[in-house]
């Protein structure tokens, strides 16, 4: 059996692009989107380790992650 090589297993990453009415994605377009997850998620993550530490904690709460989505994602 494979090692995963993401943080995140492809399954449930294939479920969200089938919910979006995919009725069939590539093993390519899998692989890319898992990275491009990850690599968003990570982003979110270090941003929200930089407001909580900005703000004297060093537990991230919920807020720091909602501010580091609108300021890595926009939305």
Not at 11 to 23: E, V
Request: glycine share 4%; no cysteine; charged share 35%.
């Amino acid at each position: 059996m494979a090692k995963r090589t993401t943080p995140i297993p492809v399954a449930p990453l294939y479920k969200i692009l089938r919910k979006a009415g995919a009725s069939r994605v590539s093993e390519e377009a899998k692989r890319e989107f898992v990275e491009i997850i990850v690599e968003v998620a990570e982003k979110i993550a270090e941003r929200a380790v930089e407001l909580a530490k900005h703000a004297g904690r060093k537990t991230v709460q919920e807020e720091d992650i909602r501010l580091a989505k609108k300021e890595v994602v926009g939305a």
